[in-house]
């Protein structure tokens, strides 16, 4: 891992520049606002200033805010008192005391409800709140770093963020740019992962083409990091450049840029029977919205099923077939890999 963070920070100026203020701010306690677009690496950026805080040998304990229903996220932060609701045979402390003199990470912070909020504002100010269901006092010193792919300066004007919040997990921010707005970190990043995953799966296959050199850094990575990283982890696995390569030149089509435009490194409009397919476009990304989703309960559950299935609403032999149709069940040993 310490590879993979090297490589984030190099390459790009304004990663260099990011660098220099997380090597700040690491040793302190304030409280920090990553921003970004999916798959940009903020998890990954709030992994580097634990590890370089005074805190790196405590916790670091990550909550995916979006993936938890909002029945469920509360007595997932602060815990629960035996029998503060049906089936809450035992006492259960919540992720704010196991990340105690640690971190706690809080994914996509926008999407806490609103009742839950002035709750979180409590600990950030004085490091107390209560289990669900008790009437007693707990205090934590819980570092919190907070992520965000959206703005919440628009989510405060509409009244879904409470401000007073805002001011308080925005004492220091950082925006990550895009992947294709740094994009001489491309090869080195498809290089790592190709090296990774080639000695995980212990694949023997040859170096990239030249071809395939030239698709990446052509191409717009609308899903960042995350999506290089799943695409070279596929090339690995299957070891079929030439087919994959042709997926990513139709996303680019399908994002507006023709697959010639990629062989030229044009970025032209498409002409003539090229012309974008709105309603494809929109069931390939229903189906991505609905992938992610899955996976993110199933992690959140540790891949128990029946509880996910529970969790989405679906029957069990429904969500079964969505995890084939996604081929998430070789996802499974990777999330227990990067756990462990």
Sequence with gaps: MKEIYQLI???????????TVIDEIAKTDITVLIKGETGTGKELLAQVIHSHSPRKDKPFVKVNCAAIPKGLLESEL????KG?????????????????HGTILLNDIGEIDISVQAKLLDILQDGVFSRLGGDGEVMVNTRVITTTKDHLEKSVMEGQFREDLFFRVNVMNITLPPLRERKD??????????????????????????????????YPWPGNI????????????????????????????????????????????MKGEEYFNLKDAG?????????????????????NRKKAAQLLHVSYKALLNKIQKYHLDGTKDDVEWKRN
């Design 283 to 303: 069931k390939r990304a229903a189906e991505e919205a609905e992938k992610e989703i899955i996976l993110n309960i199933l992690q959140e559950t540790h891949w």
């Design 84 to 100: 503060a609701f049906t089936g809450a045979y035992i006492k259960k402390p919540g992720k704010f005391e196991l990340a105690n």
């Design 185 to 218: 970190q491309i090869l080195p990043l498809s290089q790592y992962y190709f090296d990774f995953y080639k000695e995980k799966f212990g694949k023997a296959i040859p170096p990239f083409s030249s071809k395939a050199i030239h698709t990446f850094q052509e």
């Design 226 to 269: 995350r999506e290089l990283e799943n695409m070279i982890k596929r090339i690995v696995l299957f070891g079929e450049e030439d087919l994959i390569l042709e997926d990513l030149m139709s996303r680019s089509k399908d994002n507006g840029k023709s697959p010639e435009g990629l062989k030229n490194g044009s970025s032209n409009p």
């Design 78 to 81: 602060f815990g629960f008192e």
């Design 9 to 19: 920070f190099s390459n790009s100026s304004q990663m260099s520049r990011i660098k």
